[in-house]
């Protein structure tokens, strides 16, 4: 994906979900339809942080580039340019991935 054209507001993060396993561990072919949706991403931008009570902005704990494991179910899919991305809050965020 190249460089994205959102400029998520507040919290908010733009993920783009990595591709799901198409085989198993052992090498078996998983069909289309027994994939599961990827929980895995790459952040692709973010948010310039909540706006606290003091007026100051609070800094993200990710940031472009970070891979981030998010809940199955948490934010908001969005197809952009062909592709489809995720919305989320930071909070929606379980963990960044460290290598």
Do not use: H
């Not at 929980?39 to 993200?60: C, I, Y």
């Not at 494991?69 to 969005?78: A, D, H, L, P």
């Amino acid at each position: 994906m190249g460089k994205v054209n959102l400029r998520p507001l507040d919290d908010r993060v733009v993920v783009k979900p990595l591709e799901a396993e198409s085989t198993t561990a052992g090498g078996i072919v998983l069909p289309d339809s027994a994939q599961e949706k990827p929980q895995r991403g790459e952040v692709v931008a973010t948010g310039p942080g909540k706006l606290l009570d003091s007026g100051n902005r609070g800094e993200l704990s990710v940031t472009v580039g970070d891979q981030v494991i998010f809940g199955k179910y948490g934010g908001t899919e969005v197809e952009l340019d062909g592709q489809e991305i995720k919305i989320l809050r930071e909070s929606d965020i379980l963990a960044k991935v460290v290598r």
